[in-house]
């Protein structure tokens, strides 16, 4: 069994900064793929950035890209997700998912294990 636990969410001004945490235990990680997902106010659940465990180049929505970057930290099993220039628009619940295959898809279905998440709102 996976667990798979964020943190770092909360209330941002909008052009700030937050770092999410993803920290996992229960499994051996080195084949995973981990990807974070957000699900806006009355929206549906939406890809953000996904990186395999192992490395790699990451993936991320277009919406994200120059802003969010996707890291992990092998030694402490997290991964991060660093939130740079927030706007309004990427209030969210944050969640952290694994897939454990290698994948580099974008659909929620693809991934077995959630974290129970985190919100993320920005103010403008």
């Known amino acids: 069994q996976v667990q798979l636990v964020e943190s770092g969410g909360g209330l941002v001004q909008a052009g700030g900064s937050l770092r999410l945490s993803c920290a996992a235990s229960g499994r051996t990680f080195s084949s995973f793929t981990m990807a974070w997902f957000r699900q806006p106010p009355g929206k549906d659940r939406e890809f953000v950035a996904s990186?395999?465990?192992?490395?790699?180049?990451?993936s991320y929505a277009d919406s994200v890209k120059g802003r969010f970057t996707i890291s992990r930290d092998n030694a402490k099993d997290t991964v991060y997700l660093q939130m740079n220039t927030l706007k309004p628009e990427d209030t969210a619940v944050y969640s952290c998912?694994?897939?454990?295959?290698?994948?580099?898809?974008?659909?929620?279905?693809?991934?077995?294990?959630w974290g129970q998440g985190t919100q993320v709102t920005v103010s403008s």
């Open positions: 990186s395999l465990w192992s490395g790699g180049a990451p």
């Open positions: 998912a694994a897939a454990g295959t290698y994948t580099y898809s974008g659909s929620p279905q693809s991934y077995s294990y």
